[in-house]
C-alpha cells in the first residue's frame, strides 16, 4: 500500500550508494542520498568554526538545497564532523520531515543509517547493504586517491589508514543513542564481498519484485 519506498542501509563505503541509485534509476524512482544532509551540517559547523560536537541543531534547522550540491562534503575532515553532529538528537530531529517527505511524494529510494529503522519503518522494501572491512577501505580508498602513482607498501598503509576511519565512524554510528546504525528487523541483507554492482542491483531487484 502506498508508494514505493525502498530504504538502503548499512555501514560506511558498503555500496549503499552505488545499489541505491541504481535501483532507483531502474525503478524510475527519486533517490536520496541522506548522509548528505548529515555532511552538510558538518560542513557548516566547520565553515563557521564550530566543533562538531557543539549544538548543531541551529545548523540543521538553517540547511539549504545549495548545500547537498557543494564539492567538499566528502572530506576525511567531514566524514567525521557528519558523524558527530548525526549523534545529537535535535539535529536528526530536524532532518526527518525533510527526509519523509521526500519519499512520501512519489515513493523513493533513500539510504543511510536509520531508514529502515526511523525514518521510514513502513517501507515496502528494507536492503541492509554489508561488506568486510577490508574491502570497504579499498573501495573507499579507491574512490578518494585520484591519479597519483602509488607502490604496493604505500597502498597498504593508505588502505590501513583509511580502514581505521571506517571503523571508527561504524563505531560511532552503532553505539549512538539515538538511531543507531543496525538493521530493521525485517531488512534483507546483501553482503556485496563478492558481489560486483550488477549482481548486487540483480539481488536486490529480485528482492524488489517479491515485495510488489
Ligand atoms: O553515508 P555517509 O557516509 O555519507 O554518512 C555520513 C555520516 O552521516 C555517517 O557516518 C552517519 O554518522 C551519518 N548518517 C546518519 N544517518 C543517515 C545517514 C548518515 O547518521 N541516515
Request: glycine share 8%.
Amino acid at each position: 500500500s502506498g508508494r514505493l519506498v525502498i530504504a538502503v542501509d548499512g555501514p560506511a563505503a558498503a555500496g549503499k550508494g552505488t545499489l541505491a541509485r541504481a535501483l532507483a534509476d531502474a525503478l524510475g524512482l527519486p533517490y536520496l542520498d541522506t548522509g548528505l544532509l548529515y555532511r552538510a551540517v558538518g560542513r557548516r559547523m566547520l565553515d563557521a568554526g564550530l566543533s562538531p560536537h557543539e549544538d548543531a541543531e541551529p545548523a540543521a534547522r538553517a540547511l539549504q538545497p545549495e548545500d547537498l550540491r557543494r564539492t567538499d562534503l566528502r572530506t576525511p575532515e567531514v566524514d567525521r564532523a557528519a558523524s558527530a553532529v548525526a549523534s545529537q538528537p535535535a539535529v536528526r530531529t530536524a532532518l526527518l520531515q525533510f527526509q519523509r517527505g521526500f519519499g512520501a511524494e512519489h515513493g523513493a529510494v533513500l539510504d543511510g543509517r536509520d531508514i529502515g529503522t526511523v525514518i521510514f519503518p513502513d517501507a515496502r522494501v528494507k536492503l541492509f547493504v554489508t561488506a568486510s572491512t577490508r574491502s570497504r577501505a579499498e573501495r573507499r580508498w579507491k574512490q578518494m586517491r585520484g591519479d597519483a602513482p602509488v607502490d604496493a607498501a604505500g597502498r597498504a598503509a593508505a588502505i590501513d589508514a583509511v580502514e581505521a576511519e571506517l571503523l571508527a565512524r561504524d563505531a560511532a554510528d552503532s553505539a549512538r543513542a539515538t538511531a543507531p546504525l543496525r538493521p530493521a528487523p525485517d531488512a534483507v541483507e546483501i553482503d556485496s564481498d563478492a558481489l560486483d554492482a550488477d549482481a548486487v542491483l540483480r539481488e536486490a531487484l529480485r528482492i524488489v519484485q517479491a515485495r510488489l
